[in-house]
């Protein structure tokens, strides 16, 4: 039984890929870091390898035997495969993941099915579908065989955990309505397998169908189903085929069985939520169209969730089926991979070490080399005001990526966030403009604070992202000394903050000024003061450019009374004059002065902030439970809106003292936790929160004589084979740079490198 693997890929200077090989694991350490810092491994692999810096290592990890996986797709923000055959979403690295039709929203706590993950799609309009397109084997040179790499021709296993929420609805009465769960059938030649759910037109009655062919003979297996058995209820649905016998299994019970023996290989690409008519043949591709809905009333696919497909080219066996439906289902199976840096060659083996494919983006400094151009949204590195904290994130590794992987796969690292912030502009708007330049994973912290978000990087590439206010609870899991040891607990106060002075970009603004003055030849114009707008406490820097009706003047430079036409200025009062040498002989000369002035001023009253830099912003409460835990911060990335009250550095302050300043006796301090267990725990990841239970350290309570957990945020996770451990970091905590400090020798730069002491 294989319950890891490791495949090991090499792609050449446009990222294609070149080889693959799958490789057996004797050792392995994965360290899924969060928003902390790069995901990273330490993989042993047995034998003596061609392996090289700058090759891609992933690594799987599960309860079912791996043997004979052809394609896995957990939809964790996306439709990338993670069985390491690169069976992605047709578009997913030339496109966003999510699109107006593909949504990809956080789960509740259900029992099964939990939590980022599920591709939710209303396939009843026109051209909304998913399609995965068929690849082939590669040859020993890195070329495209002419098989398949999805292969029906003998034993083979197909599971869909699904959840379809229009099964009954539709009344066009021309033809059946399919609901299509899994099409690989090529119309045409009349080969492959089509999973999907009728109901005929002429009596209402719903069948579950399995269509077969292998180019000769083609069947329709079907059984009666009730409809309310399925509508909008997460099923696991299986078609199996064994030695020639084709069952269908839903939710663990067998409900058809039939012999089919011929070859259902086909080079037709995978369709899900609608089937797709093949007419015709172009190269490899075969062209028709979707079967799309004749009229309102006729739904062309279904609406719902699609959690889970599986696809084996063996059997499962029973007992494998009862666990695949009896576990969680993992939110991610691939969970490891990334760039090879280090080789440790032994006598049998080669240790690798790796980083997470997004190093890519996290160990980057951005600058106006990296972010060029003048898109509509920003000059160079700074983006206009009102852009989205999303689209700035899925711009900046639209840009890293195409630098790393070539124009040809600007995606490869992308974004996605859940619930309030998906869609086509995603997250809250700077008020501001903001100016992109350091290390990147100082930008997203930055923007995990203004939008109040957390993230996780993927193994597929993918910028999980979500809201803190709702980030989903693993229920039925609970942390105790019943199945896990305390490896290190207590309260970490090095981040609390409760009292902090923030300042962001100390900006220099111009403004003009116009004085009208009338006075004598050869005298000095009286007094005029230049100050900011608003009349606040903004500081007047210097006089840029000086004009007399439009005729540029100098400063003075005489030491007595000047020859020439000419002004001087008190920096200190703030004060300007001029001098003429012409009477104005009645009326005014029109003076035009050009003045800069820093925006940085604690004291500008509310309701007139604008051009405000600084804010100081303090909890009281938490004051006086804590003590004062006082910080400065400076952010020199965000910029003072000077056209209205609102501030970037007074939500980012706001919303920086919320999420650190603890809270209230007893459990002031934020908890810091770290345990482990002796076993694989497979359905969670970082951002979760879970329950966790230790009387000895105060965490969680006695309720009517039952242990009441307290729910923390997973920070880190650790997997470690053959010791099936699985150590765990929770606490509420912001950030963590000492642990950055401790475990990170990738020099990337620390979350609160900015700060002023």
């Avoid at 939520?273 to 696919?301: C, D, H, I, M, R």
């Avoid at 993927?458 to 000394?481: F, H």
């Avoid at 020859?563 to 009062?573: F, G, L, M, R, S």
Wanted: contains cysteine; charged residues 20%; aromatic residues 10%.
């Amino acid at each position: 039984m294989v319950f890891s693997k490791c495949f090991i890929n090499r792609y050449d200077n446009n990222f294609s890929l070149i080889s693959r090989r799958v490789l057996d694991p004797i050792d392995v350490i994965v360290r899924r870091e969060g928003s902390r810092m790069v995901d990273n491994a330490e993989i042993e692999l047995s034998g003596k390898n061609d392996i090289k810096n700058g090759d891609y290592i992933g690594y799987l990890q599960d309860n079912i035997d791996l043997s004979g996986l052809i394609g896995l797709w957990n939809f964790a923000g996306c439709v990338r495969d993670e069985s390491g055959n690169d069976l992605h979403q047709e578009g997913a690295y030339t496109g966003i993941p999510a699109s107006t039709a593909i949504s990809f929203p956080s789960q509740t706590s259900i029992s099964k099915l939990y939590g980022k993950r599920s591709c939710f799609m209303v396939a009843n309009v026109s051209a909304r579908y998913l399609k995965i397109p068929d690849k082939r084997t590669l040859t020993s040179t890195g070329t495209e065989s002419n098989y398949s790499i999805v292969d029906f021709s003998s034993d083979f296993t197909i599971t869909c955990w699904v959840k379809i929420q229009n099964i009954s609805n539709g009344t066009y009465t021309s033809s059946d309505i399919n609901r299509i769960i899994f099409d690989k059938y090529n119309n045409l030649t009349n080969q492959g397998i089509k999973i999907y759910i009728r109901k005929a037109q002429t009596t209402g009655a719903f069948t579950f169908c399995v269509k077969v062919g292998d180019g000769t003979t083609n069947t329709i297996f079907s059984t009666s189903i009730n409809s309310t058995d399925y509508d909008s209820i997460d099923k696991l649905i299986v078609v199996r085929r064994q030695s020639n016998i084709l069952k269908v299994f839903v939710n663990n019970a067998e409900i058809m069985s039939n012999t089919f023996s011929g070859d259902l290989t086909t080079r037709a690409d995978i369709y899900l939520y609608k089937e797709f008519n093949e007419t015709g043949t172009s190269g490899q591709n075969y062209t028709g169209a979707l079967v799309e809905p004749a009229s309102t009333f006729e739904y062309g696919g279904f609406a719902g969730y699609y959690h889970q497909l599986r696809i084996y080219n063996r059997a499962l066996s029973n007992d494998e089926l009862t666990t695949l439906y009896g576990l969680n289902v993992p939110t991610i199976t691939l969970k490891f991979f990334g760039g090879i840096w280090k080789i440790d060659d032994k006598t049998s083996s080669s240790r690798c070490f790796a980083k997470g494919l997004g190093a890519v983006a996290l160990t980057s400094r951005l600058d106006s080399s990296i972010l060029v151009g003048t898109p509509t949204y920003r000059n160079l590195n700074v983006y206009n005001a009102n852009q989205k904290t999303g689209d700035i994130i899925q711009d900046i590794l639209k840009e890293l990526t195409k630098k790393t992987f070539g124009n040809s796969n600007p995606d490869v690292l992308a974004a996605t966030w859940t619930s309030t912030y998906k869609g086509t502009s995603q997250g809250i708007g700077f008020y501001s403009k903001y100016i992109a330049e350091g290390a990147f994973l100082d930008i997203l912290n930055e923007v995990a604070v203004i939008s109040n978000i957390t993230f996780t990087f993927m193994p597929t590439g993918i910028l999980q992202i979500e809201e803190v206010a709702s980030l989903p609870q693993r229920g039925g899991l609970i942390l105790t000394s019943q199945n896990s040891n305390l490896l290190g607990g207590g309260n970490d106060d090095s981040f609390l903050t409760n009292h902090l002075f923030a300042c962001a970009r100390l900006d220099e603004y111009a403004t003009t000024n116009s004085r009208a003055r009338s006075h004598t030849a050869n005298s000095w114009s009286t007094t005029t003061v230049f100050q900011a707008p608003l009349g606040s406490d903004v500081f007047p820097i210097s006089i840029t450019k000086v004009t007399k009706n439009g005729v540029e003047i100098p400063p003075n430079s005489a030491t007595g009374t000047p020859t020439v036409d000419c002004y001087e200025v008190d920096p200190i009062a703030a004060t300007i004059r001029f001098f003429s040498t012409t009477s104005s002989g009645g009326g005014n000369f029109t003076y035009v002065f050009n003045f800069t002035y820093n925006l940085n001023s604690a004291n500008i009253p509310s309701g007139a902030k604008a051009g405000s830099a600084s804010i100081i912003v303090e909890d009281t409460t938490s004051i006086n439970v804590n003590g004062l835990y006082a910080r400065k911060i400076s952010v020199p990335r965000i910029t003072s809106n000077v056209t209205g009250v609102d501030q970037d550095i007074d939500r980012f302050a706001n919303n920086y003292v919320s999420l650190n300043k603890g809270g209230t006796y007893p459990k002031s301090i934020p908890r810091r936790i770290t345990v482990r267990t002796s076993s694989f725990i497979d359905h969670i990841i970082e951002n979760n929160k879970i329950g966790v239970y230790y009387a000895t350290k105060n965490v969680g309570s006695l309720v009517g004589g039952y242990p009441s957990p307290e729910y923390l945020q997973i920070k880190k996770i650790e997997y470690r084979y053959p010791r099936a451990e699985t150590i765990i970091e929770v606490g509420d905590f912001l950030y963590d740079s000492f642990d950055l400090e401790k475990e990170s020798n990738e020099n990337i730069r620390q979350v609160m490198s900015n700060q002023i002491s």
